[in-house]
């Protein structure tokens, strides 16, 4: 490389790195003589110093560059207050500079303000520099800026409000001052695949409409085409841009174009323009979220300036102007597209407008309170084919569904096969302008996403050097750190040495205390244990005894009545399962030891196994109790509860209130769709879709049943984990329509009888065949209940496991 250092000081931030490397030849400008010698002591023989006043007039850049006879400069750095004059002493030498580097002076600030950088970014981006980013701030480079030459030719730009830039096949067109589109098409990376299009296209005779023209680059290559035989419409809200859309067409003798200096939109009336911040005149829009979404390279386009103007609908437009078909209508409105659309959409359904080329941008869709999607459905709605162009084959092909589009510039056609007939037919030069426009394009494109890669790699670079300082900085902290504590523990050392049978006394204190500790310990466990036997022993015998008066025989019975009648008024809490229930769960939220068969010890002794399910679902669920308590052993999870009973809605609600980890469903289950009669008890939590054997009574209902397998497919229950089930009976019916959770499933808690109380319910060893059958097999016993006559066993919740599941991977006893 060969690198000219401006204001290189002693030479250890820029010179001397880069002179260390042979391969480079570095000149090295230096105003005080004292670093000038410096930097010669260094004795590299490709190190070249002068001692220059390089601030002075007399200092003139292009003459050091002709006596030096540098024809190619790799690298310019300049670390002077007065960078900017020294640049415009360059002169045209200016373009034998691949690469320039603003650095910021030490101990003072390069740019004492915005304007000084502002000046310096024209005047390069106006001699076909472009500013990468400024770099990484880090001590030694706070604020520096890089530019790197994309134009060695290019156009003089010294006009006091535009940007010229030459249009190949067209001519000179004028944007905005330092405009973002201008830049782009300097480099010629902007949309050549688009015009590439017109130019196969548009012929002699044909209407062009530029919805959004902003400067007229599109209406400019129309012009070309049309040879003012035909009609250009361009419609542009922005003043700026639409004075030089008029100047622009002016400037190529083009007399067949109307210009109008309104917006477009569904109605014809006034609206506020939000216009781009300086340089992005293109971004100005009407959707008034714009500001806050619509951004390039993480800064926002959008300003806080606004101009109040007028707005047509095309349709109104096309009348006034008495135009039956227009060729071709391209439409960029930074996310105003279906208002447009809809505004014009008389004359699309008499096929007035057979062709649009359109940009689909998400981001400003979304300021506009829209989608990219919501646009294609539009498009098809009003009979058009969206395609894209194929730039290899020169024809539209059909663009399949996407669900957002980033940015593309796409075509709504009504007759593909015209469209592309039309493009095969174009005149062979024109074929040949548009390859070579297209192969301009992809170069540029790609020499822009390498400069991007490149800048993406230096910052990951600089970011990494800094960590770097910064562990280099915490290990010298540490290294200090590490020398007071060594300090500290000589001091220690001395201490101890000198303490050393005290401190014996002392350890031998300690051993006699922990020992007696230990055995503090172990008593106050043995003292814990009793105490929690003694409490579930009282539990019970007080439970027990409000069940007889109750006319109850089972704890649960009794716990589920309590829960009904009194869970709003009073401030008990239960949980579930025999042996298991305390009227006070504030001090005593989770016994350490569980009794076994209740669903206390099932849920705690499958937390302890390590299984932990992300989707519970619970199958009859009440009032969610069971849910809500399951929670306490399964945070992380998330529960569907189902139930049919519109009373149990309420506290469902609640739940699902409390937390989003709570989602409910109003709807039997069973193996098919269709509504069915519930039997409903007086206590609710009998309620079954079998038949009691009993005359129909007030409070029967007929409820929606579904298939859990739809529900699944629907989206409204994600697929579970761990089932648990209280149907009342209608468990097999509900698992024939929920044959997908079999796919899922790991646990099945399911309440099944040894009574038929009602017609056709299944017993336990068809519940326990049926789920055989499925390769699941019974794991443990989460609960009973004896049925009041006799005593006798009635009902008990079974555990189902995979037969291969983890949780029973042992056959060992002991």
């Known amino acids: 490389m060969l690198v000219v250092d401006i204001g290189a000081l002693d030479g250890r931030r820029f010179a001397i790195p880069y002179a260390q490397d042979v391969n480079n030849i570095v000149y090295a400008l230096e105003s005080a003589p004292a670093f000038a010698e410096h930097l010669r002591s260094h004795h590299l023989p490709n190190l070249h110093v002068f001692c220059v006043e390089v601030e002075s007039e007399t200092f003139q850049l292009d003459l050091f560059f002709e006596e030096n006879s540098l024809a190619e400069v790799d690298l310019l750095k300049i670390n002077a207050p007065k960078a900017l004059e020294i640049l415009k002493r360059a002169r045209n030498a200016i373009h034998r500079v691949k690469r320039i580097i603003i650095q910021s002076c030490e101990n003072t600030s390069l740019f ?108 400019c290559i129309a012009a070309k085409r049309l040879n003012n035989n035909g009609e250009i419409v361009g419609v542009e809200p922005n003043p700026l841009c639409f004075d030089l859309y008029k100047k622009n067409l002016e400037a190529l003798g083009c007399t067949c174009f109307k210009a109008l200096d309104v917006g477009l939109s569904d109605t014809n009336g006034t609206a506020e323009l939000l216009l781009g911040k300086p340089g992005m005149s293109a971004f100005s829009t009407f959707a008034q979220n714009a500001s806050a979404i619509t951004q390039i390279d993480g800064e926002a386009v959008i300003g806080r300036d606004t101009v109040l103007v007028s707005q047509r609908s095309l349709d109104s437009i096309l009348q006034e102007l008495n135009i039956d078909t227009v060729t071709l209508a391209k439409l960029d409105v930074e996310g105003w597209e279906i208002p447009v659309l809809k505004g014009a959409e008389q004359s699309i359904r008499a096929g007035r407008l057979p062709l649009w080329m359109i940009e689909f941008t998400e981001a400003n869709a979304a300021a506009a309170g829209t989608s990219t999607r919501e646009l294609r459905n539009l498009l098809e709605d009003l009979g058009y084919t969206l395609c894209r162009f194929d730039a290899t084959n020169f024809c539209l092909v059909p663009e399949p569904v996407r669900l957002a589009y980033p940015y593309a510039n796409l075509f709504a056609v009504l007759d593909m096969n015209a469209v592309n007939q039309r493009l095969a037919a174009a005149d062979p030069d024109l074929l040949a302008i548009a390859q070579d426009i297209v192969q301009r394009w992809e170069t540029a494109a790609m020499g822009v996403e390498m400069r991007r890669n490149f800048y993406q790699e230096k910052q990951r670079s600089q970011d990494l050097q800094q960590q770097v300082q910064g562990y280099a900085t915490t290990v010298d902290k540490l290294n200090i750190e590490l020398a007071e504590q060594q300090a ?41 244990q009793q105490l929690q036997e003694l409490r579930q022993h009282l539990l019970a015998s007080r439970w027990l005894k409000l069940g007889r008066q109750l006319g109850l025989t089972k704890l649960d019975d009794v716990f589920k009545r309590i829960l009904r009648d009194t869970a709003d008024s009073t401030n008990l809490s239960v949980t579930f399962g025999v042996g298991s229930v305390s009227p ?98 007086t206590d609710l939590d009998g309620s079954s879709l079998l038949s009691f054997n009993r005359p129909p009574e007030p409070q029967d209902r007929v409820v929606e049943l579904r298939r859990v397998d739809d529900l699944l497919a629907e989206g409204k229950l994600k697929p579970p984990q761990l089932v648990k089930m209280d149907l009342q009976g209608y468990e097999l019916k509900a698992l024939e329509g929920g044959q997908r959770l079999f796919e899922t499933a790991d646990v099945f808690i399911m309440e099944t009888s040894l009574f038929e109380f009602m017609p056709e319910q299944p017993l336990v060893h068809e519940v326990v065949a049926y789920m055989a059958a499925r390769n699941y097999v019974v794991f443990d016993i989460a609960g009973h209940i004896r049925r009041p006559y006799e005593d006798d066993l009635g009902q008990v919740d079974f555990v189902f496991v995979k037969r291969d599941s983890p949780l029973r991977a042992s056959n060992r006893w002991s």
Not at 146 to 173: A, C, D, M, T
């Open 112 to 219: 004492q303000s915005v304007p000084d950088q502002e000046s310096i970014t024209t005047h390069l981006s106006s001699n076909g520099f472009r500013l990468l980013q400024p770099t990484s701030q880090t001590t030694e480079s706070a604020g520096d800026l890089e530019f790197i030459r994309i134009n060695r030719y290019p156009l003089p730009n010294h006009q006091s409000g535009s940007f010229e830039v030459h249009l190949p096949y067209v001519g000179k067109i004028q944007t905005p001052k330092a405009d973002h589109v201008g830049q782009l098409l300097e480099e010629g990376a902007f949309e050549g695949l688009e015009q590439a299009f017109l130019w196969l296209y548009l012929r002699p005779g044909d209407t062009f409409f530029d919805c959004g023209a902003h400067v007229g680059l599109f209406s």
């Open 584 to 681: 006070d769960l504030s001090t005593h939220a989770s016994p350490p030891s569980p009794s076994p068969l209740s669903m206390e010890f099932v849920l705690h002794h499958l937390f302890q196994k390590g299984f932990k399910p992300e989707i519970v679902l619970d199958l009859g669920a009440a009032k969610g109790y069971w849910s809500e308590y399951a929670q306490s052993f399964f945070p992380e999870a998330t529960f569907y509860m189902v139930d049919p009973l519109q009373e149990s809605e309420v506290r469902l609600q609640e739940l699902c209130e409390s937390s989003d980890r709570f989602h409910y469903i109003l709807c039997a289950v069973g193996d098919r769709t269709d509504q069915l009669l519930m039997n409903v008890t």
């Open 488 to 528: 500290l523990s000589t001091e220690l050392r001395r201490w101890v040495d000198s303490n050393e049978a005290k401190l014996a006394d002392e350890r031998r204190n300690v051993e006699r205390l922990q020992q007696y500790s230990q055995q503090l310990e172990q008593h106050l466990q043995a003292s814990h």
